[in-house]
């Protein structure tokens, strides 16, 4: 098996002009399916939430506008709201609560002082999923615009993807007998709408954001405000985006 | 190749070709590895009979086949288009009905109501936050008609005092504060400023 120099380098180059030109010709291939919605474009978007603590006033209009747009069983929440009370002797311990997840509002109950604030919570559609990557079936998937979504007909109702998600975003449907989460709106952001959530919330304490979008003032919001992801240390590239998070929020 | 395994079982340990070599009496060496040797094994001491060969390239074919028939069955065309998924779930995603219009829609047709409410204090607020999702009215509006929202449980949800709330919004304890008496009777929801500033 000799080979000269000049005998690799010509069959190498042939080899790698070869296989570009059949991946070139393999996605002109592709390009020539005709999309269900011509206007829209997988790869010219990547979404995310921006969440403003400083806003959120509790009311619960965007679990009750998520339960009507997504028809979410009563009792089971894709999206919800938390209060987070730190008493005044202590950090470590925030008392946390969420009556039916935020969706008829929260009774007044600390009169004590010490920090008390509202944390909506929902998918965050991360990068780099644990619920997509524990899949057995590949039923859950991540799309090109940066969407976690569930295919409900190759879902088999396992559960394992409820139990991986750090963020407890995921609920078996008891309807459909399979898992269940916020698709960010996914039939209403694909048509140019914001979602219902952000619809409904009165003081845009949300506001959905394409990270793609070099016009949305996401980037002008992510330059000049203080923003933490949750749970950073698990590396899932969350893409909610909250901003002056308290550092008790898990 | 002076292991005992070797001295004791002499097949064990070569190649089951030159074994054939042996039992002719055609090499009686020990180097197992020698080049002439290989070359002198010609097809016939590989193989005794040529159908179990047959046999096995046939049945891989045929699974091979079948393989590929269960598979363009079983997995939809497209499958991977976009990634490892199946691309007909996102229309199948797409394809749940809008309840929620959108503050365009309301505006185009209530431009009215959008001007009052643009110098008011409740100009950020869309539409349905509080008129609640009214896209099937907005496709017919004439036949499906939205109810008023009742202002007493409405203003409350938001304006409600509560502790957890941001301190710079306006908030109010409505048993105090009106005295039982509807919030619209004061406050106009599309701007709800005082108009006589009381």
Redesign the interface.
Known sequence: MEMTRRELLKKSSKFILLTSAAAAAWDYVLAGNVEASPNYDLTKHWWAMVIDIDKCIGCGNCVRACEAENDVPSGYFRTWVERYHIPDWTSEHPEVDSPNGGHDGFPEKYKDGGKTFFVPKMCNHCADSPCVQVCPVGATFRTPDGVVLVDQKYCLGCRYCIQACPYGCRFLNPKTNTADKCTLCYHRITQGLTTACCEACPTQARVLADLKNPKDPIHEFLRTHSVQVLKPHMATGAKVFYKDLDGSVR | MSCGYVRTFPWRGIPWFLRELRVKGEWQGSDLWAPELHARAGVKDFFRSTEHLLRVVLLLALGVVAFLVIRRAVVPA?FG??????P?????????????A??EACEACHSDQAETKSHGK?A???C???H??LARHAEDPSSVVPQLPDTAVLCA??H???????KT?PQVITAEHSGGLACNTCHKPHNPQLASGG
């Open positions: 497209d288009k976009y990634g490892h998924f199946r007909g779930a996102l229309d199948d995603i797409r394809a749940h009905p809008i309840k929620f959108g503050r409740h950020q607020v869309g349905e936050a509080c609640g999702p949800r938001c409600e005092a509560n502790q957890a709330k941001p919004f």
